[in-house]
């Protein structure tokens, strides 16, 4: 399932949600750790904004069931500069490598077809059109999970010493053997 998809170039973008990570119900304990400043309440139609960049290709970088990253740059040959990264993900219908991914509001039969794969309307779900890679028709994609973050920040995907501060490695890439 690999797919790359690219968001509008040198424009701050945005992921628009059906639902997304809920705040504890009123009831809660005070002391339990939610921080009102620091934790997010977000509600249906919720914007999820990604930062300005050249964001031409994305691609699935990591999925395990559970936690889908994915990437995106200009040219994912060498580095990524964004990773949007899904977690406790329940339904997924999209390419491994896609560009220019339209994003959007879920529809409702988009969200009810969500609701009968999972059971019920989990915290957030994220669609995207992308163009289909045999026809002019545009692929509809879906995430839908337990809670979305936006990670930026340059991430290499080959072996590289004395990384900056803020650059790290791609979760795959592993040290040169010993010659």
Do not use: K
Request: with cysteine; glycine share 6%; aromatic share 10%.
């Amino acid at each position: 399932m690999a797919s790359s998809y690219h968001v509008v170039p040198h424009f701050c973008c945005q992921l628009v949600c059906a639902a997304a990570r809920l705040a504890p119900p009123l009831a809660a304990d005070p002391d339990a750790g939610f921080d009102p400043l620091t934790d997010h309440r977000w509600e249906i139609g919720d914007v999820i904004e990604l930062p300005e960049g050249s964001w031409w290709d994305w691609d699935v970088l990591h999925f395990d069931g559970s936690q889908l990253r994915l990437a995106a740059g200009h040219d994912l040959t060498y580095h990524h500069g964004l990773e949007v990264v899904f977690t406790d993900v329940a339904y997924l219908a999209c390419p491994t490598q896609f560009r220019d991914p339209q994003l959007r509001e879920p529809n409702l039969d988009e969200r009810a077809l969500v609701r009968r794969h999972v059971g019920e309307e989990p915290p957030v779900i994220v669609a995207f059109d992308v163009d289909a890679p045999a026809g002019a028709d545009l692929l509809t994609c879906l995430v839908a999970a337990g809670s979305v973050e936006v990670v930026p920040g340059l991430v290499y995907r080959y072996w590289r010493d004395n990384l900056a501060a803020g650059e790290r490695l791609a979760p795959y890439v592993r040290p040169p053997e010993p010659s």
